[in-house]
């Protein structure tokens, strides 16, 4: 590819001078005719044209130079393009001469300030680049501007004729071309100039490197003598006016830049085999066969391992890919298709193998750190379910005691005799101690329920109720039970509910012939419990005994507002429990 693009770049030059060489013949053609010379800014054949004419084809040699010098390929091709502005402006200042008429003459003059404006914008372009300002945001901005303003700069001068903002004259007068002066635009055209050289200076300075910056001096005279030069020639000093602009720019302006590659302020080799070697990298670039074409200067020989595995790796000559080898530890090699063969890069992957495996190790710390910590939480968990069924049943033991001390109580006074009041009283008995037992039963649901599922809809609460009304009636109470309730109920609610329940049914135990209603309602801050009793003794002192024990282990001892009526036919009991507000208990 590159053999290609230098042949291409030969061809180039070739018709540049084809063409440079045709203009000479030509303005040689005119000037035997014997014509009278046109009027015009500059009169007559210049003295120097003969360096013009060496100047043609030695810029378009010195472009071909600094296409196989450069190495950036975007400042390789704006240094071309200054050295093809050099030659064109050469051709348009050797073809000005001959040319007749007022008209073509002015746009040949005119013609002067593409080079002069497109130049040091291009150089500016270079520095900028080669500074790596190019990427950064504000300085894409910059460098649009800097274009656009010289774009405009050269569209004003090439249409002059129109508003004579540029330069002023009248194409009435015969000698038009020494009779013109400078308007304002002119000298706002030379500041321009000025500034495009300060930003070039500038910007090679303060990107240059410390060592580099005092190799500046010969460009900043080169600078500094073509700016005095162009105020001198704008201000028409004497010793300026007979001289060649095109020419002193243009010289000026290539050995500027040519110091600027030679100093290695433009990055630049001598050719690009050269470029390649100086390259900090373990690179080769091999053919087909395996055969080392080019490597850099840091290239150390491949070990016959790595070479075994190019040559016996199935992969095409297209393919990117890399691979590691025993005979070359900590080195990666990375192959990439090139034209006719494959470069191998050699990287020292040491550092990062070292720390793959102090990672690795890391890992493996961690790895047995998770395994003990997830041990620990195993054994955490199962202390903790441990303990949790211990206080559920310590819980339960607390909240039935005083319930199973009567069972055991009844249980060890039972009557032994066959009398039959000791039979009536031991059926008595035992009819309590089974009240007690599913007591017990529900009741120690109800807590586990606290800690598993702990709220009560309609239906299930009705259950419970239900259930203690089957005893109820197991047992010769007539009993019936319903619960209107709109949201589910907290367990420890239905808990005390079931306390409050199951203390009146003893009161209806206690009663005889006996018919027990319970009604539970909720509203929005507490549950209402109703139960309505109706017996033939309900004053009596077993009766009142039995209501005592009531308020002191159900109503009091939850903090349950209550109310309890009693007649001689009936009893009642209406008991409010509150709903435990939000994000309280």
Avoid at 407 to 426: E, F, G, K, Y
Wanted: aromatic fraction near 10%.
């Amino acid at each position: 590819m590159a053999n290609i693009s230098k042949r291409k770049v030969l061809v180039i030059a070739g018709v540049v001078a084809c063409v440079f060489a045709c203009a000479i013949v030509a303005l040689l053609e005119f000037d035997s005719l014997g014509r009278p010379t046109p009027s015009g800014p500059s009169k007559g054949p210049s003295a120097t044209a003969g360096y013009m004419i060496a100047l043609g084809p030695l810029s378009a040699a010195w472009g071909f130079s600094m296409y196989i010098r450069c190495s950036d390929a975007k400042i390789r091709r704006w240094l071309v393009g200054v050295a093809a502005l050099v030659a064109f402006w050469m051709l348009v200042v050797l073809l000005k001469y001959p040319i007749r008429g007022d008209l073509a003459t002015a746009l040949l003059w005119y013609c002067y300030y593409i080079p002069m404006t497109a130049i040091p914008t291009l150089c500016v372009l270079c520095a900028m680049r080669a500074a790596s300002l190019d990427e950064v945001a504000w300085v894409r901005c910059v460098r649009r501007v800097i274009v656009a303003i010289s774009a405009f700069a050269v569209f004003a001068v090439l249409t002059n004729n129109v508003h004579h903002f540029i330069f002023a004259f009248d194409f009435a007068d015969p000698d038009w071309g020494g009779n013109y002066r400078y308007a304002f635009g002119y000298y706002v055209l030379v500041a321009w100039y000025i500034v495009l050289f300060v930003i070039f200076f500038a910007t090679l300075f303060l990107s240059a490197r410390r060592s580099l910056r005092s190799m500046l001096f010969p460009i900043g005279v080169i600078v500094g003598v073509g700016v005095v030069y162009g105020v001198m020639f704008t201000l028409r000093h004497v010793a300026t006016l007979t001289s060649n602009v095109a020419l002193t720019y243009c010289i000026l302006a290539m050995v500027a830049i040519e110091l600027t590659l030679d100093l290695g302020f433009f990055p630049s080799y001598a050719w690009y085999t050269l470029a390649f070697s100086k390259l900090p990298f373990d690179l080769k670039v091999l053919e087909a066969n395996g055969d080392t074409v080019f490597q850099t200067e840091m290239a150390q020989p491949m070990p016959q391992a790595a070479a075994d595995t190019l040559k016996t790796a199935d992969k095409g000559l297209g393919e990117s890919w890399a691979f590691r080898t025993t005979g070359a530890p900590h080195t990666l090699f990375k192959v990439y298709p090139v034209s006719g063969g494959r470069a191998v890069l050699a990287e020292d992957v040491a550092a990062i193998d070292e720390r793959r495996e102090a990672l690795a190790a890391t890992q493996e710390r961690l790895r047995r750190s998770n395994a003990v910590l997830e041990r620990e939480a195993e054994v955490q968990h199962e202390m903790w379910r441990l303990r949790s069924e211990r206080e559920l049943f310590v819980e339960i033991e607390k909240s039935l005691e005083s319930k199973t001390r009567r069972i055991q109580m009844l249980l060890d006074s039972l009557p032994d005799s066959n009398d039959p009041d000791s039979i009536a009283r031991r059926r008595e008995m035992l009819v309590e101690v089974k009240l007690l037992v599913a007591y017990c039963k529900r009741k120690g649901a109800l807590v586990l329920a606290e800690k598993s599922d702990p709220e009560f809809n309609r239906e299930r609460l009705q259950l419970v109720f239900n259930e203690t009304a089957a005893d109820l009636r197991s047992i010769g109470v007539e009993c019936a039970a319903l619960v209107q309730t709109n949201t589910p109920l907290p367990a420890s609610v239905a808990s005390v509910l079931y306390d409050c329940l199951y203390d009146f049914a003893t009161v209806a135990n206690a009663a005889s012939d006996a018919v027990l209603m319970l009604f539970v309602q909720q509203d929005e801050r507490r549950v209402q419990l109703r139960a309505m009793l109706d017996s033939s003794d309900a004053e009596s002192e077993r009766m009142a005994a039995t209501f005592d024990e009531l308020r002191a282990s159900s109503l009091e001892k939850h903090r349950v507002e209550y109310s309890i009526e009693t007649d001689s036919s009936s009893a009642s009991l209406v008991a409010y429990v509150p709903l435990p507000t939000k994000g309280g208990k």
